[in-house]
């Protein structure tokens, strides 16, 4: 909502596979131009309409490493699914990032949410 009340004249879509964070989104952006998707982060081919022609993708995937030991206020009103990404916490970033790659036009921007632990894994 933020990046739609700062470029107005920009088409933002945000993606979340859970119904529930989609519905609280919808009353979010009531008024606005976001356009929203029911829509697994990690599934091959996602938007590829997309494909070479956005300027700046900007992702919060869950990035906890599944085990964490977290404060209470985040394990008791967040759900789980929303806030662990795998065993190193990285899954749906690696997703993300792949997406991302099609998605951006030259010169296009990416920024993701993640743990100052993660570091770059090159890919074999």
Do not use: C, K
Not at 16 to 37: C, H, I, K, M, P
Not at 81 to 102: E, K
Request: proline residues 7%; charged residues 20%.
């Amino acid at each position: 909502m933020a990046l739609a009340r700062h470029r107005p004249a920009a088409r933002i879509i945000g993606i979340d596979d859970s119904v529930t964070a989609l519905e609280y989104a919808r009353r979010n952006a009531e008024g606005s131009a976001l356009e929203l998707v029911h829509a697994d982060a990690t599934a091959a081919g996602l938007l590829s309409e997309l494909d070479g022609q956005v300027d700046l993708v900007v992702a919060n995937p869950p990035y906890v490493p599944d085990g964490a030991i977290l404060e209470p206020e985040v394990t008791q009103h967040d759900p789980h699914h929303a806030v662990f990404g795998g065993p190193d916490g990285m899954a749906l970033i690696i997703a993300v990032v792949a997406h991302a790659g099609r998605w951006l036009r030259p010169g296009g921007l990416f920024a993701v949410e993640h743990m100052t632990r993660h570091r770059h894994r090159p890919s074999n």
